[in-house]
């Protein structure tokens, strides 16, 4: 039997006649057209990681090919990672390498995938030479840029008065930090433009990651990275805030995993300066990094005059807590080394708080990115560029 609806009477099909200018009412405007997709909103950084990592190969080819020396290794006199040791000639014809290495794969994954979806073995290569260039960039930094990071504060306030403090500071803007900084940056561009070529050769929008045929893994829910990413944020601001305990602690005269003998000598340097700086700043950063699961972290609280009620732009606490956590990772690797390296350091009662803190700092880095990630998930909504969401 069929269950289709029968045909109204054809009366019913007609349209109705107009309506006259006395009933007609207001005119309704034209409806306007549909705006057209906007274009990705991270797109420029396929094209600046290409351009960035092809400088820095000319740059350091030059100088390679010049007998001229960079200053990594050993010839940076502020570097104390697990290059440190290396003469500078000696590693300047490798960053030419591993500069040009991060050129091609950059271009690679600039211009790879526009066309459609790519064969998952050209997406593993890419990848592979990207953690490459990345273990490099790595190997190549260490814990300055994050201490600069942590002694700004300080330092914009002590500057004027200390010339010490000013010292330090013009120190931080030598050749030998800028190299760093630079390739930290490019390392950063180069990943965040892989991970895009790899979504749009998964046949997943490059700008939010969500696939084209509506198949999203399970664990990128909001509600799933609710439930990760406040375990991965717990641990991300739990461990600056060990850190920060023992810091503060020796500013208060306590010898928490620190001698007696090293926490007076501390104070009597100005040394406690220093300590509060980077203690305030690891425990600012543990606070906030609570926010990223808290429903502070996406509407203003009551107290911040002037913005009470309104939502927390996403960019607000992603873009901070992607830079800590970049920074973090060279710092914690660093430090391991330093500990476990040609010093040797025992992590006895009167020791451990110096670098005992640090071994986890990688560990930081991924529980910071993790959550911040998870952020992201919970708040991106629809997609400006597929209108997914």
């Known amino acids: 039997m069929s269950t289709s609806t029968p045909h109204p009477p054809l009366s019913d099909r007609t349209p109705a006649p107009a309506p006259s200018g006395r009933d007609r009412g ?32 000319v740059v ?45 794969t950059a271009l690679r994954a600039w211009l790879g995938a526009r066309r459609g979806p790519v064969a998952r073995t050209d997406r593993a290569v890419t990848v592979a030479a990207t953690a490459v260039v990345a273990a490099g960039v790595l190997a190549l930094t260490d814990a300055s840029i994050l201490a600069r990071l942590g002694y700004l504060p300080v330092t914009l306030v002590m500057a004027p ?88 602690a020796w500013v208060l005269g ?33 606070v906030l990094t609570l926010g990223l699961f808290q429903r502070w972290g996406e509407v203003f609280p009551r107290w911040t005059v002037g913005l009470a009620g309104r939502r927390v732009p996403v960019g607000l606490a992603v873009v901070p ?25 025992a992590l006895t009662a009167d020791s451990w708080g110096a670098v005992g803190p640090t071994l986890l700092w990688p560990v930081w880095s991924l529980a910071l990115g993790a959550a911040t990630y998870a952020y992201w998930l919970r708040r991106r909504g629809a997609c400006r560029v597929c209108a997914r969401g």
């Open 60 to 104: 350091a080819l030059v100088v390679t090919l010049t007998g001229g020396t960079l200053a990594v290794g050993a010839a940076n006199d502020l570097s104390f990672g697990a290059l440190s040791g290396v003469p500078g000639a000696a590693l300047t014809p490798w960053v030419a390498v591993l500069a040009l290495v991060g050129a091609a």
């Open 321 to 345: 807590a992607t830079v800590v956590a970049v920074a973090v990772l060279p710092a914690g690797l660093s430090l391991i080394v330093l500990g476990f390296g040609e010093s040797r350091l």
């Open 161 to 248: 008065f200390d010339p010490v403090i000013r010292a330090a500071f013009e120190d931080f803007l030598g050749a030998g930090p800028l190299t760093q900084l630079a390739l930290l940056g490019g390392g950063a561009l180069l990943v965040a433009s892989t991970w895009r070529f790899v979504r749009r050769g998964a046949g997943a929008c490059a700008s939010c990651g969500r696939r084209h045929d509506g198949h999203d893994p399970a664990w990128t829910t909001p509600a799933a990275a609710a439930r990760w990413g406040r375990t991965a944020a717990l641990v991300a601001a739990a461990i600056p805030t060990f850190y920060a305990v023992t810091r503060i």
């Open 254 to 286: 306590i010898p928490l995993g620190f001698s007696p003998d090293d926490v007076a000598q501390l104070a009597g340097d100005d040394g406690w300066v220093a300590a509060l700086g980077l203690g305030g700043f690891a425990l600012v950063g543990a």
């Open 26 to 57: 207001p005119s309704t405007p034209p409806r306007a057209p549909a705006r057209p997709a906007r274009a990705p909103r991270g797109r420029w950084t396929a094209p600046a990681a290409a351009a960035w990592w092809t400088r820095g190969g």
